[in-house]
């Protein structure tokens, strides 16, 4: 879906992130974690095509007409503008204007869609709710139903879990997981959370030292690795079948 060719990123010539080669491949569920600071935000402008490479080249295989098509984006839920009130379903049918047009009122297919995605995301008794009212996790499924009725193959998520308590981080997650299969999307999820990225994500890749390490999550995730890019020894262990990342103390 998307292929960095020995790209280097930066702002106003001061580089990033160097020497990026790497490809989202259609399907994929594509974590991205790494330090703060590291470069998580600006990589994910890259994939989103708001930020164009210092050097190098970036290919979009989904592009029609000179456009991105089928992308659908989750911004993080505490950037959203919350001054002007409006219904959980309004803020749906907001991710409807790139196929009914920006000016053009939502017609019967537009709320048939926006009502079924409410259901997927467990937020249809909530439709005429203030969506300023909603809690975290409501705010997020509100979001990612937005971002699902622009029918997109798709789905870029920024920190879908920040701020929530572990059976919020856990249900979102499982929602994303649920709809990755059902609508055979690719997933792009970018997540400061280890413990909860390492569960899901299929590709891990890590930012550190002004590039990119990735590969299947259960070859990249490993002690020394972790060691290394964040600074302090680890232990990765299973428990219930889960991995679970555990900082050593010092004696």
Not at 12 to 40: H, Q, T, Y
Not at 91 to 107: A, C, D, E, H, S
Not at 171 to 194: C, G, N, R
């Amino acid at each position: 879906m998307i292929k960095f060719c020995n790209v280097q990123l930066g702002y106003s010539g001061r580089p990033v992130l160097n020497s990026l080669n790497f490809e989202i491949r259609k399907g994929d569920f594509f974590g991205i974690v790494g330090p703060n600071g590291a470069g998580k935000t600006t990589l994910l402008k890259a994939i989103l095509g708001l930020l164009k490479p210092v050097k190098g080249e970036i290919n979009f295989l989904n592009i029609k007409n000179g456009h991105r098509k089928n992308v659908g984006y989750v911004p993080q839920h505490a950037s959203v503008d919350e001054i002007f009130p409006i219904t959980v379903l309004d803020m749906v049918l907001m991710g409807r204007y790139t196929k009914m047009g920006i000016f053009k009122r939502p017609k019967k297919g537009d709320y048939t869609i926006a009502e079924k995605m409410l259901k997927n995301v467990g937020m249809e008794d909530l439709a005429e709710q203030n969506y300023r009212e909603l809690s975290g996790g409501q705010k997020q499924r509100t979001l990612i139903a937005r971002a699902m009725v622009g029918e997109p193959d798709t789905l870029i998520l920024d920190e879908p879990v920040e701020g929530m308590d572990i059976q919020g981080e856990i249900a979102i997650m499982e929602l994303i997981k649920v709809l990755h299969t059902e609508y055979a999307l690719t997933v792009v999820l970018v997540s400061h959370d280890l413990n909860i990225i390492a569960n899901y994500v299929k590709t891990l890749s890590i930012i550190h030292n002004n590039t990119l390490k990735l590969g299947p999550v259960d070859s990249i995730l490993n002690e020394e690795t972790m060691a290394r890019v964040y600074g302090t020894k680890v232990k990765i262990v299973n428990i219930s079948g889960q991995k679970a990342i555990i900082p050593e103390l010092n004696d």
